[in-house]
């Protein structure tokens, strides 16, 4: 495990460090958009941070209660995914291998943290671009399998990128998702 040390910023997951990642596992169906699983809890207890409206878009992260690291993402609800040729994402910024290990203090003995702001899902050729912070740069990002979680530079998840996607997931997406240009 390594920590990051750094200011934190209220409105958003705060990572405060990174664990080595898990294999991983990826679902869709006409449901649910994608899921995607890092091996299991160590004490079985997830905690979810949810953001979106609850209404229209959900994007759902369940962290190990135990050890604070990532341990799935499902976008639950998604109102559109915006079809681009490029996803606009800088890859110059510095880059660590692992899980992200999350800020669960504030939480209490809560199991969910909602922090509700909008997102926007973008896609290209086979892979997924989830911006929750527009407008705020990347200042490093951790990447776990085909997972590339950016961190801004107050130690806040701003940005999931899933590349190489199965052509199996990005049909399903077409399929039962709606895609807009």
Known sequence: MR????????SMLQVVGFSSASLETIESDEFIPITIN???PSTG???YWRTGDNQRSLLEI?????MSVVCSLTLVLTPSIFEKQTLDVQISSPQSFGLPI??????????YFDD???????NSKNGLLIDLQSQTPVESF????????GINKQAGLCLIE??????????TLKEYHLFRS
């Open 38 to 40: 890092w091996g299991s």
């Open 162 to 171: 899933i590349v190489a996607l199965p052509d199996a997931v990005m049909s």
């Open 142 to 149: 951790l990447i776990a399998g085909r997972t590339r979680f």
């Open 102 to 111: 999350c800020d669960l203090n504030r939480w209490g003995s809560s199991m």
């Open 45 to 47: 207890n997830v905690v």
């Open 3 to 10: 920590f990051i040390n750094s200011v934190r910023e209220l």
């Open 116 to 122: 509700l702001h909008s997102f926007e899902v973008s």
């Open 62 to 66: 369940g962290i190990d209660a135990h």
